[in-house]
């Protein structure tokens, strides 16, 4: 009676743990129920709401593991048929080797560390013309105003496609993003539609006039036989606007909001700018952009840590938990922009190792410190705790941050 009444009580404490998942104060802030995940149930079945069930990973060490083990798939085709298919079904993010060697490395040469060290100069204009022209010089959303247009700016020039179209990408990809939590499927499979239209009208374009961008390289690759299908080249193209509009405002953004809610951290920095590139790292594993799009599944029926993860299960690695993970990281829940080394997981880890961490790491750079050269007194406009944190299980960010500049 013993051994079922306490069944009973993990069983409960269990679904307890599972209705705290998907629920607003989660979204606003999710630490305090990593923290228990860690403790009481590292690898933790869960019941998403769609109704699918899967695990969820919230150790650093465990989050290693399961990120640089092939057995853990991300070929969602496979695991779904083709009929589940997705604009980003057929990408580099969602295959594995040897598709995945061949899809990264055909786009992988435009983002190494040195290319985009290259962009430096460019990267600070465009921050410094953004802050020059605000539409006020007192106050500002932090999001719309500085932390939203910087990286698109970046991402359209790389590919090439226009600037004047930015207000479409950002309402196509937001619809992607929220995609999960949205009951209009007819609103998504529009959006879906014209964003395709729009791309495939654009390749078509390019293909007649290529230049020296990106997608010009891309549609010469598609043309010139088997490397790229003209699905991937959609596929690819997509990817990198979604991700170039959806990640790195939020780094920009938690992190502006990390230090306006540490003012003596700012001080710090702006008494040593030279401490940008840790306060950066900090950043990323103190509130990290990226939550649960780390989805695998198990290729065959695997023992993990303990539990039996079935061929087919889902598993979602919680990256922003394994960042708080108190055996990695000395006092995690604090925000120490000298800490040393972090070795975070916020670009992931293993073959899927984000392809855009240089870039967004020197726009994080740019973004924060050009921000505070300029305004070193800024501070937050609202409550804190009045802040809304979208939606959606896929990025971490804050919708809009009201700041008063002087
Ligand atoms: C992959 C995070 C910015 C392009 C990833 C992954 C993470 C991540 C965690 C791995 C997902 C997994 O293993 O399942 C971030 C964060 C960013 C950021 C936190 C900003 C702070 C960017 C930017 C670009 C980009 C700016 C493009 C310009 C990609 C691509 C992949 C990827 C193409 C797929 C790599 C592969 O599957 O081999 N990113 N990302 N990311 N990211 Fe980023």
């Avoid at 069983?11 to 743990?17: A, P, R, S």
């Avoid at 993990?304 to 708080?324: P, T, Y």
């Amino acid at each position: 009676i013993h051994q079922n009444d306490e069944k009973h009580a993990s069983n409960q404490n269990h679904e307890n743990t599972n209705s705290h998942l998907f629920t607003a104060s989660f979204t606003n802030n999710p630490y305090p129920v990593y923290e228990k995940l860690r403790k009481d149930e590292p690898v933790f079945k869960v019941m998403f709401p769609h109704g699918e069930f899967g695990w969820i990973i919230s150790r650093y060490e465990d989050a290693v593991q399961v990120l640089k083990d092939s057995r853990f798939s991300k070929d969602m085709v496979k695991r779904y048929g083709a009929d589940r298919q997705s604009i980003f079904s057929s990408t580099m993010l969602f295959s594995d080797p040897p598709d995945h060697r061949r899809l990264r490395g055909l786009v992988q040469k435009a983002f190494t560390p040195q290319l985009v060290a290259g962009m430096r100069s460019h990267i600070q204009d465009i921050a410094s013309d953004l802050l020059d022209n605000l539409p006020s010089q007192e106050t500002m959303n932090l999001i719309d105003d500085y932390a939203f247009p910087l990286p698109i700016i970046v991402i359209s020039e790389i590919l090439g496609v226009p600037l004047e179209d930015r207000d479409k990408f950002r309402m196509w990809s937001n619809t992607f993003i929220e995609a999960s939590t949205m009951k209009n499927t007819v609103l998504l499979q529009q959006h879906v539609q014209e964003f395709t239209e729009y791309l495939t009208a654009w390749f078509a374009k390019v293909r007649k006039d290529p230049g020296q961008d990106l997608i010009s390289q891309l549609v010469i690759a598609e043309e010139s036989g088997d490397q790229l299908s003209e699905k991937e080249l959609l596929g690819v193209v997509s990817l990198l606007i979604i991700a170039g509009h959806e990640t790195t405002v939020n780094l920009i953004g938690n992190g502006i909001l990390a230090l306006l809610e540490h003012p003596e951290q700012r001080d710090l920095l702006i008494k040593r700018p030279e401490l940008i590139h840790q306060a950066i790292e900090e950043m990323l594993r103190y509130n990290g952009p990226v939550e649960f799009s780390t989805s695998r599944w198990a290729s065959e029926d695997i023992e993990f840590r303990g539990q039996h993860i079935a061929k087919g299960d889902l598993v979602i690695v919680a990256l922003d938990s394994a960042n708080r993970d108190e055996e990695q990281f000395k006092d995690p829940d604090v925000f120490d922009i000298t800490r040393e080394k972090s070795s975070h997981l916020a670009f992931g880890k293993g073959i899927h190792l984000c392809l855009g961490a240089p870039l967004a790491r020197l726009e994080g750079e740019i973004a924060v410190s050009t921000l505070l050269h300029r305004f070193p007194n800024m501070r937050l406009q609202a409550d804190v705790d009045t802040l809304e944190w979208r939606p959606g299980m896929v990025v971490r960010g804050v919708k809009e941050i009201p700041v008063q500049l002087i």
